[in-house]
C-alpha cells in the first residue's frame, strides 16, 4: 500500500520558518491534486494549501495566503510546504493528502483517500 510520510516539523518562535516535506513510498500520485491540512488542538482538520497534478497550479487558504507556499518534484515524490512568517495560531498538526484525480476540487476530506500520519509544528509567541 502507498504511503505518505511528512517531516521537517519542529517548534519556532513566532516569525520563524519551517518546511514540511511530504514523501510518497512510490509515483502513485504524481499526477494526482496534493494537499497540505492541519488539525489544531480541539478543532477540526483545514486545508492549508493544495497543488495540482495536471499543471502544478496551486491554492492557499486565505489565513497562509503570502505566507506558505506548496510546491512539488514529481521525480522525487515530494510535495513541500514552506511556511514563512508562522505566528502561534499556526501551531497543529499538518498532515499531507493524495486526491483521486489530476484536478483539486477543494479541501474536503472525503476527496482525499491517502494521509500521512502527520507532523507536529508548534509556534511560541
Known amino acids: 500500500q502507498v504511503q505518505l510520510v511528512e517531516s521537517g516539523g519542529g517548534s519556532v518562535q513566532s516569525g520563524g520558518s519551517l518546511r514540511l516535506s511530504c514523501t510518497a513510498s512510490?509515483?502513485?500520485?504524481?499526477?494526482?491534486?496534493l494537499g497540505w491540512f492541519r488539525q489544531a488542538p480541539g478543532k477540526e482538520r483545514e486545508g492549508v494549501a493544495l497543488?495540482?497534478?495536471?499543471?502544478?497550479?496551486?491554492a492557499h487558504a486565505e489565513s497562509v495566503k503570502g505566507r506558505f507556499t506548496i510546491s512539488r518534484d514529481n521525480a522525487k515524490n515530494v510535495v513541500y510546504l514552506q511556511m514563512n512568517g508562522l505566528k502561534p495560531e499556526d501551531t497543529a498538526i499538518y498532515y499531507c493528502?493524495?486526491?483521486?484525480?489530476?484536478?483539486?476540487?477543494?479541501?474536503?476530506?472525503?476527496?482525499?483517500?491517502?494521509w500521512g500520519q502527520g507532523t507536529q509544528v508548534t509556534v511560541s509567541s
Open positions: 493528502a493524495a486526491g483521486r484525480y489530476p484536478y483539486c476540487s477543494g479541501y474536503r476530506l472525503g476527496l482525499y483517500d491517502y
Open positions: 512510490d509515483n502513485s500520485f504524481s499526477r494526482t491534486c
Open positions: 497543488i495540482s497534478g495536471f499543471d502544478g497550479s496551486t
